[in-house]
């Protein structure tokens, strides 16, 4: 079977919850086991293609939850929230285990920045700085690995 890949600005939420079963890799928690999930593409300059396990927050409760508690994630996995409308979105890190890199996706799907080795549990509110429809949360220190930067493409099934 082909699984054909959108830019994320195509693939709309409403998609989110139609996603194939299982991904490879560890579960991170029993606390995310009924979220959604699928895989994403992101396509860097190198030119590079990397293929992220997601979990998809797709749900006003999951959104609320993310990555809350998580204790680890793998290399390849991660965490999409998805909104219909774009909108400057605001991010906190509040009862979060782990340091994460936050990708704001703009509507077009291509990353518009990135907040990189955020502090577990802070309250600071790390802001999109400006329009976007989704955000992509990764272990920190992943954007730097494997070159992920503003204008990396954002690929969803």
Same mark, same amino acid.
């Given at each position: 079977?082909?699984?054909? =890949?959108? @830019?994320?600005? +195509?693939?709309?939420?409403?998609?989110? %919850?139609?996603?194939?079963g299982?991904a490879? !890799? =560890?579960? @991170?928690a029993? +606390?995310?086991?009924?979220?959604?999930? %699928?895989?994403?593409?992101?396509?860097?300059? !190198?030119?590079?293609?990397?293929?992220?396990?997601?979990?998809?927050?797709?749900?006003?409760?999951?959104?609320?939850?993310?990555?809350?508690?998580?204790d680890?994630?793998?290399?390849?996995?991660?965490?999409?929230?998805?909104?219909?409308?774009?909108?400057?979105?605001?991010?906190?890190?509040?009862?979060?285990?782990?340091?994460?890199?936050?990708?704001?996706?703009?509507?077009?799907?291509?990353?518009?920045?990135?907040?990189?080795?955020?502090?577990?549990?802070?309250?600071?509110?790390i802001?999109?700085?400006?329009?976007?429809?989704?955000?992509l949360e990764l272990n920190?220190?992943?954007?730097?690995?494997?070159?992920v930067e503003?204008?990396?493409?954002?690929?969803?099934?």
């Amino acid at each position: 079977m082909r699984t054909e =890949l959108r @830019p994320a600005a +195509l693939a709309g939420p409403i998609l989110l %919850g139609l996603l194939a079963g299982p991904a490879a !890799g =560890l579960e @991170p928690a029993h +606390l995310v086991a009924d979220f959604p999930r %699928g895989q994403a593409v992101l396509e860097t300059g !190198g030119p590079r293609c990397l293929v992220i396990d997601v979990y998809f927050a797709s749900t006003p409760a999951q959104r609320a939850q993310g990555l809350m508690y998580v204790d680890a994630l793998d290399e390849f996995e991660g965490m999409y929230f998805g909104y219909r409308t774009p909108s400057e979105l605001v991010m906190w890190m509040k009862n979060t285990v782990l340091s994460l890199d936050m990708l704001f996706i703009r509507p077009d799907g291509a990353v518009g920045s990135i907040a990189r080795n955020t502090e577990p549990f802070s309250t600071t509110r790390i802001s999109s700085g400006g329009e976007v429809i989704g955000v992509l949360e990764l272990n920190a220190g992943f954007t730097r690995r494997w070159r992920v930067e503003p204008g990396t493409r954002l690929f969803l099934p």
